[in-house]
């Protein structure tokens, strides 16, 4: 794995989340604004695709590796919204652009009168060694819980406050930030994929 190299994402509570999971390992992690200010058309249908679209362009726009990782919730009632398009659910809603908060609302909004509140954060984490790389490398993660019908909890970010995990009997906002890195869907993501990188990629 190289020592250094460049994040794809422009959220910077994935960046920091980012960099807390990959320090460990050595890593030196770029933020993508530290370079360029563009983003990535995610034109993909599913968050591999997407994954793949902005660690290439990351790789094309810096000429160093890159890692991304295109995530999102998976809400069993709504037939997999909101999906690839968590980050925008809300967009226009209300006639407001979308934000954290209001894709929360949003969500509570569709979910008021549901019973089956089952739903699943999905991670797809890509690894590009240039541009070009034929072969990128693709971890995977899946974190299930069910959707709350208020918010909880001051941390995390997204729809934090409103995934209720069994496993530890809290909102995912309420975890502490070392738990969360352990089990969450983005280090699941992480892991699967630095055992791959370091199994078949010799830097």
């Known amino acids: 794995m190289p020592h250094e190299?460049?994040?794809?994402?422009?959220?910077?509570?994935?960046?920091?989340e980012m960099r807390e999971l990959l320090t460990p390992f050595g890593i030196q992690v770029r933020a993508?604004?530290?370079?360029?200010?563009e983003e990535a058309v995610e034109d993909g249908l599913s968050f591999i695709e997407n994954a793949i679209i902005k660690a290439r362009f990351a790789s094309a726009k810096t000429g160093l590796p890159a890692i991304a990782d295109d995530s999102g919730l998976e809400v069993e009632a709504l037939q997999?919204?909101?999906?690839?398009?968590?980050?925008?659910?809300?967009?226009?809603?209300?006639?407001?652009?979308?934000?954290?908060?209001?894709?929360?609302?949003k969500l509570l909004d569709e979910m008021a009168d549901v019973e089956n509140r089952q739903a699943c954060y999905y991670c797809a984490?890509?690894?590009?060694?240039?541009s070009e790389d034929p072969v990128p490398?693709?971890?995977?993660g899946q974190w299930c819980g069910e959707v709350l019908t208020e918010p909880r909890g001051e941390g995390g970010f997204g729809y934090d406050p409103l995934i209720w995990m069994a496993s530890h009997d809290c909102a995912v906002a309420e975890l502490p930030k070392a738990v969360k890195n352990q089990v969450s869907h983005r280090s699941q993501a992480i892991r699967a994929l630095l055992q791959q990188v370091t199994d078949v990629v010799d830097f």
């Open 5 to 16: 190299l460049v994040l794809a994402t422009g959220n910077a509570g994935k960046l920091t």
């Open 32 to 37: 993508q604004s530290e370079f360029f200010a």
């Open 80 to 105: 997999g919204r909101p999906g690839i398009y968590s980050a925008r659910y809300a967009e226009g809603y209300h006639g407001h652009p979308a934000s954290d908060a209001l894709n929360n609302q």
């Open 125 to 130: 984490m890509v690894f590009v060694r240039h």
């Open 137 to 140: 490398v693709i971890g995977l």
